[in-house]
């Protein structure tokens, strides 16, 4: 049973968490062995986060399934079977109903209740928390479990709204079965989320057309069961597999090669490649020679490899052409992991419509138009992405000291502290929040989570009621972040990563909205500041 909706006499909360995904979730599980009473406030009728809203044909990790689980609980560990090695999107959902079921954590989470705005007051060095439905609450803290991707948007595409068929954006995707057999269907948008759908709605649908504006560099997922041996084999390994997580520059199994791309024999190079590509997961993104993402000739060389590998694969010349990216280099962007993706396009049953050549003019009561001709379909699929990392917060009317607005505060891109806490917004924490080393999600957020965790049970055991960021400290984070970044090809590179969205108004400029270091560097410079007893924040 979900929490019931408090009366008047109930808001009053030590921390309120927005959001009961892997992180809102986890978070609420480590404040409740505090004794603290809190609640949980979550938009939608379940949990799950990405994996409650995301319901999309063809949805699943591109992360190994088992480094994806939570690896607090060993007794949870120990009870749950994974059928694959990448988890399609119903099992996912299942685990994490599992984990709110096992540590009965609904009692604490309230659900239809969107959050329209958080102010902090000053007097009572508290936050004010309004719903959309206009019920409110107050709590000492405000802790966001919003995630990096969850305010999907929308083409800014006239006559969106008069489509008389059925359409979607994959991140609201109904609840309800939607079939495909024997219809026209119009895919838009080919990141990964539109990977994933497209070769999915292939199988099955009368006739596919998809509308790319910027192809991908792809590569194969190589997913497989996994066996009730191998599973007992994975479950004796865990200490080791997570051991190898906290170790790896961005918390999964595969780390860069420390060659580099010109120190083996081509022979080599080409071996070590075609290994990579016929190896499951992201070995060949993640797993590649260390000078790929900061070497523009090793980038060259490697994204020459995979254009050759979709060119085998692509029958048409032409077609394949249009599928392999002009504009950016291999893994500059969040490489979508496919299963025979590149031979849909084989198919006769769909069609590739290139929109930089023949752009959509406007969506019509029957399909779409674009410069060269109209369309009729059934069903529209929107694979139109998200208003990344900061579109969660932009969201919501969060002010801090004075009223400040939390999305004036980054106008110009993300200012943070340790990608956790902003200046002027004191009580407020971040859970994978702009400038938090992503990587593997799961691991990064019972990082984050516990960090989180140690320096509310500091202040709760030095009487302390106010917690913020200085501005040094923030300066000191933020720049630290940004110098990161430089002579990584992927920041000369428009994407979700970089800021960059032309769904959404004000955001074609890019930013630095993430943290590009390793984990464990991550990590190092966050306990350090906790041995330190929190030196660098202002606590009081």
């Given at each position: ?24 979730m ?6 409740r062995?505090?004794?603290?009473n ?7 009728t379940?949990v799950?986060?990405?994996w409650y ?9 591109d ?40 540590f009965?954590l609904?009692?604490?989470?309230q659900f239809?209740?969107?959050?329209a ?5 000053e007097a009572?060095?508290s ?10 609450f107050?709590?000492r803290l ?36 939607v079939?495909f057999?024997g219809k026209?269907i ?5 990141g ?14 009368g006739q ?5 504006r ?11 069961k ?5 599973m007992a ?10 051991q ?5 520059f ?6 860069p090669d420390?060659?580099g791309?010109?120190?083996v024999?081509d ?12 190896s499951?997961?992201?070995?060949i ?19 020459d490899f ?6 085998q ?28 993706y590149?031979?849909?396009y ?9 929109i ?18 109209e ?19 932009d ?26 806490m ?6 407020m924490?971040?859970?994978?929040g ?30 302390m ?11 000191d984070?933020?720049d630290?972040?940004?110098s990161?970044g ?11 990563m ?13 930013i ?5 270091g ?10 350090e500041?906790?041995?330190?007893g929190y030196k660098?924040l202002a606590?009081?």
């Amino acid at each position: 049973m979900a929490a019931p909706r408090p009366t008047s006499a109930e808001t009053n909360y030590d921390a309120i968490i927005i959001g009961a995904g892997i992180s809102g979730m986890y978070q609420l599980y480590r404040l409740r062995e505090l004794g603290m009473n809190v609640r949980v406030l979550e938009a939608g009728t379940g949990v799950g986060g990405t994996w409650y809203w995301n319901r999309y044909p063809g949805a699943r990790f591109d992360s190994e399934s088992y480094s994806y689980s939570y690896s607090f609980s060993d007794e949870l560990l120990q009870e749950w079977d994974w059928s694959e090695h990448f988890a399609g999107q119903p099992e996912t959902l299942r685990y994490l109903n599992h984990v709110a079921d096992k540590f009965d954590l609904r009692k604490d989470i309230q659900f239809r209740s969107r959050v329209a705005s958080a102010h902090y007051q000053e007097a009572t060095r508290s936050w004010d928390v309004t719903l959309e439905d206009g019920s409110r609450f107050n709590s000492r803290l405000l802790i966001t479990a919003v995630g990096p991707l969850s305010a999907p948007t929308m083409p800014r595409i006239e006559g969106v709204d008069t489509f008389k068929g059925q359409s979607f954006h994959t991140a609201r995707w109904p609840h309800e079965p939607v079939t495909f057999e024997g219809k026209r269907i119009a895919v838009i948008g080919t990141g990964a989320t539109g990977v994933q759908t497209i070769q999915e709605v292939a199988k099955t649908a009368g006739q596919l057309t998809v509308f790319q504006r910027t192809p991908n560099w792809c590569a194969p997922l190589h997913n497989g069961k996994i066996s009730a041996e191998e599973m007992a084999e994975i479950r004796a390994g865990y200490p080791e597999m997570f051991q190898r997580c906290q170790e790896t520059f961005a918390c999964f199994l595969h780390t860069p090669d420390p060659r580099g791309t010109f120190e083996v024999s081509d022979q080599e190079r080409e071996a070590f490649w075609e290994k990579l590509y016929a190896s499951p997961g992201f070995g060949i993104w993640q797993g590649n020679f260390r000078d790929m993402l900061t070497n523009r000739e090793a980038n060259a060389a490697i994204s020459d490899f995979v254009a050759r590998k979709i060119r085998q694969r692509v029958k048409d010349p032409k077609v394949a052409e249009k599928l392999i990216p002009k504009n950016h280099g291999f893994g500059t962007r969040r490489v979508p992991l496919e299963t025979r993706y590149y031979e849909v396009y084989n198919q006769k049953n769909v069609k590739l419509v290139d929109i930089s050549e023949t752009p959509i003019e406007r969506i019509t009561p029957n399909g779409i138009k674009t410069s060269d001709a109209e369309y009729e379909f059934d069903i529209i699929i929107y694979a139109t992405g998200f208003d990344a990392v900061t579109g969660s917060f932009d969201r919501i009317d969060i002010r801090g000291v004075d009223g400040q607005r939390l999305k004036d505060r980054w106008k110009y891109g993300p200012e943070t502290y340790l990608g956790v806490m902003v200046n002027g917004f004191p009580n407020m924490m971040m859970l994978i929040g702009p400038h938090m080393a992503l990587g593997n999600i799961p691991r990064s957020i019972e990082y984050n989570v516990e960090w989180v965790t140690d320096l509310v049970r500091y202040a709760r055991d030095h009487d302390m009621t106010r917690l913020e960021a200085t501005e040094a400290g923030v300066t000191d984070w933020t720049d630290h972040v940004k110098s990161l970044g430089e002579g990584l090809l992927s920041n000369e590179v428009n994407s979700w990563m970089t800021g960059v969205n032309s769904n959404v108004e004000g955001k074609q400029v890019r930013i630095v909205n993430r943290y590009s270091g390793s984990a464990p560097a991550y990590r190092a410079r966050c306990d350090e500041a906790a041995a330190a007893g929190y030196k660098e924040l202002a606590l009081a």
